[in-house]
């Protein structure tokens, strides 16, 4: 489908195109006065623009002339649109700028996430073209609706990434420091020997106080693979996972590693290069086993790469270490697996199954005026609940977890029911695709010398994608606020450099 039909030519001589309509989106006679005066109803400065409708391009190269450090993402309809506008000279100069990205409307959502980095680019305007906008009155709502829902992920990555920016850059340094003396790879060895069992992933959801006899009564037949705030209840349980797993960069996390339990175990400890330092560095001094992985900040896989990426690799999907856990029972190539408390929900008003470190903080806190269920009514309304039935509420965060790991799985093709409150998987590909050959293991070599060698001899726009995070953190700091953006990369840099962070 197209919206436009040909190209004709103003009174001034300007090439402009016609829709199929007929009408034109710039003027006849003198196209370019018409984007003059759109352009001068833009006075304050952005760092990325939005222009629905690219037209003949005029109003886009004006804009860019303008605005010359700015990034300009232009969105038409179809792609057949884009590639018949790609016959006028202007648009196909502006597209070779790279400064203009042109998309339609079917990669809108994920041109936009690709190209808006708030923290690059700061504040975002948007732009709609009059004409444009009066032509395509009925693909408005998908428009508005597209654009809501995707600055709003936008919104809520940076969010995260302004409040942990400085945390995780701080702990990705000093665990790789642990990884290049702690890191074990006695966990390839144990999972190898392991794969006929059903691998078991427990998250912390309030339903696994009811499913946790599953695995109780017949241990031996299961890997268990829990996250870190299943991990403390399990063991008082006396139930000892195999890996225990922790994506988490919060301070509060090395709570979940306060058992005396943890040094009288076999159990095997991983850790994302970007989770808590303190509560890794604990676990190493224990004496656990400890092997270190990336989940996707790009600090961490920069350094990884730096030697040949010796630590795996697994995704965190919206950011829930249970997707985390998931995956590295895929890669490791078990072919059944369940998933117990995934509940992404709170259920009879309880957010977490027993003997979680919140009973004990909680509870040690508690008083009559201010009851443990007190604090546990206030993690659970901390944000608006939605309502699934009369046992069940959700969040809009609970949600997004849930449809992260459920695409997860599907893009994996891996099929799974739910029954009751445990998924239940069957992973076709499991060990054809193994990823931990126990002979072929050898010792990994890892080491932070390679990243800062390499750090040595780059520029900053080399280094500029590992340094994002830190720079919305900078960027949210009233101290840093009025700096521009080249000089907080290399305040970024500097601090990474210097390790004083």
């Not at 996430?113 to 009925?138: C, D, F, M, V």
């Not at 508690?366 to 604090?375: D, V």
């Amino acid at each position: 489908m197209r919206i436009y039909k040909e190209i004709i030519k103003a009174k001034n001589g300007s090439e402009i195109p016609v829709f199929v309509s007929g009408k034109t989106m710039e003027s006849r006679y003198n196209p370019e006065r018409d984007s003059e005066n759109l352009l001068n109803t833009i006075n304050e400065e952005a760092g990325f623009f939005l222009v629905l409708g690219a037209g003949s391009g005029i109003f886009l190269k004006q804009l860019s002339e303008k605005f010359s450090q700015s990034k300009i993402l232009c969105v038409e309809l179809y792609k057949e649109d884009i590639d018949f506008l790609m016959r006028l000279s202007l648009i196909k100069m502006l597209a070779e700028t790279k400064r203009v990205i042109f998309c339609c409307l079917e990669e809108f959502e994920n041109c936009l996430i690709q190209n808006y980095l708030p923290a690059k680019y700061g504040t975002l305007k948007i732009i709609e073209e009059r004409a444009w906008i009066n032509e395509n009155q009925s693909q408005l709502e998908k428009i508005k609706s597209i654009l809501n829902k995707t600055l709003g992920l936008i919104s809520a990555d940076y969010s995260v990434q302004s409040h942990f920016g400085k945390i995780w850059t701080s702990n990705i340094l000093n665990n790789a420091r642990l990884a290049e003396q702690y890191n074990s790879q006695a966990f390839k060895n144990h999972i190898s020997d392991n794969l006929n069992k059903t691998a078991v992933i427990v998250a912390a959801g309030p339903s696994l106080d009811k499913t946790i006899s599953t695995i109780s009564q017949n241990r031996n037949n299961y890997f268990l693979i829990a996250t870190d705030t299943a991990g403390q209840s399990l063991l008082k349980r006396n139930i000892f996972p195999d890996i225990i797993v922790s994506i988490d960069a919060q301070a509060v996390s090395y709570n979940h590693f306060i058992n005396r339990k943890i040094k009288d175990n076999k159990t095997i400890f991983a850790f994302d290069l970007a989770s808590n330092f303190s509560a890794a560095r604990h676990i190493c001094k224990s004496g656990n086993e400890v092997f270190f992985f990336t989940s996707g900040h790009p600090l961490a896989s920069a350094i990884n790469l730096s030697c040949n990426s010796p630590l795996p690799h697994y995704f965190s999907g919206a950011g829930t270490v249970t997707i985390t856990a998931l995956d590295l029972a895929i890669e490791a190539g078990f072919t059944n697996i369940l998933i117990l408390g995934a509940d992404f929900s709170y259920i009879n008003s309880k957010a977490y199954t027993k003997g979680t470190y919140l009973d004990s903080l909680y509870n040690k806190n508690s008083s009559k005026t201010n009851e443990a269920e007190k604090s546990f009514s206030s993690l659970m309304f901390r944000t608006e609940l939605i309502k699934l039935n009369q046992k069940k509420n959700t969040t809009q965060i609970l949600e997004a977890y849930k449809n992260s790991m459920e695409t997860y799985l599907k893009e994996k093709n891996i099929s799974f029911t739910r029954e009751g409150d445990i998924y239940k998987l069957q992973n076709s590909a499991g060990a054809a695709s193994l990823a931990y050959d126990k002979n072929s293991f050898s010792p990994s070599f890892f080491s932070l010398k390679p990243f800062f060698n390499k750090l040595k001899t780059s520029s900053i726009e080399d280094a500029e994608i590992f340094l994002l995070p830190y720079v919305a953190w900078l960027r949210n700091n009233i101290k840093y606020k009025d700096i521009n953006y080249k000089d907080l990369l290399k305040l970024a840099l500097e601090s990474i450099v210097s390790y004083n962070i």
